[in-house]
């Protein structure tokens, strides 16, 4: 989606729950061919067994909305991941690998992308099969493919049928992003090699989870070998950024937050506060992609949504079985127990845009000097553009970067 489509889409809006429990089905060993109807991509087994990264089902797709008619395969996959209760989930993603050779293992560059909103529609898989006209980020994909590096793009848990995206919430996000990185090992026919270098990338939502595919990187998948990570426009605190969207333009990014924080936690309180105004936000919200969030939702408050009209605050301090809602979102926070809880052996590049209007300048900045005052080598770059608009001004430098690490070359960064 381009950056005129968002700024007349906050043009327009300014001038004018159920969740669904998830179940995963037996599987079985990894498939042996690519011959799962697209269908099969996102229905949840009944039941999920196999380590996480196991490849559970892919099918051969092309990619027509790619730029630059790059010769490539590529393929729609489910794999086993892990939520941040520890139980197997099924993830859907795409892995693509262009058809030029590669002398050794090629890299692989693991990629989430940025805010695409909760409706099973929008699927990041879907949208660049083309079956929804979204088009986000796919100059992203090109960049990678015409370096020569696979690409393994995750979804994000919660895009298969009947469940509900848990947007923002950080241990989902990396597992799912450094097992499709595994997964993409897997697919037949794609002589991707797990002695490859890998890079994390997202941008916004998929800075986020770039970061925290980062932090557990050396916990939870040791044996990839990550090379480096790249993070822009990145929430690192969500009370900070929730406190910024809250009534603004673009508060259905606060909303989608809201339920996606609901789905991973489900016994904190939630369904039972909110007024008949509440409800149907959130029933509507789940079905958006992201420019119809923006539109439906521009300069919506939270504390019209609950029949107490609770603050943020407020809300924060409301306690369930797994303490308050405050400690929660507290524990998506980035930048927090590095060198401890967290290591990172390898180098990270993060970026922001001069005129970002979306999150607010003050969290972004704080966890890079989190990274900073941790002793990770970080390459810290500006540039002039708003929240979307940087995401395709530094395709080049992050490649480049990237580019650097793979070869081996070491990194200076500029803290």
Known sequence: MTHTALRLAAALVMAGGAVTALTVAPAGAAPATCNASDSAIYTP????????????????????????????????????????????????????????????????????????????????????????????ESANIAAILNAGYAVAATDGAGYLNGHVHTYVVGTNAGHALLDIARAAFQVPGAGLSPAAKVGIWGYSEGGQASLWAAQLATSYAPRLHVAGAAAGGVPGDLKVTAAGLNGGAFAGFGLDAVIGLHTAYPDMPFSSLLNSAGLSAVSQAESLCWLATIASFAGARIENYSTSHLTLNQIYALRGPEGTWGKIINRQKLGVGLGITYKISFPVFQYRGLAEEVIPTATEDATHHAYCAAGITTQWNTYPGDHILTDTEAIGDVMSWFAGRFAGLPAAGNC
């Open 45 to 136: 087994p009944s039941s999920i067994s196999g380590a996480p990264g196991k490849l559970l089902a892919c099918e051969l797709v092309t990619l027509p909305v790619v730029p630059g008619n790059i010769s490539m395969q590529a393929w729609k996959v489910q794999y086993v991941s892990t939520d941040v209760h520890g139980a197997k989930i099924a993830v859907s993603g795409t892995v693509a690998v262009p058809a030029a050779p590669w002398p050794g293992p090629r890299p692989v560059i693991a990629f989430n992308p940025g805010t695409l909103g909760l409706g099973p529609q929008c699927a990041f898989s879907k949208q660049l099969a083309g079956a929804y006209q979204g088009e986000y």
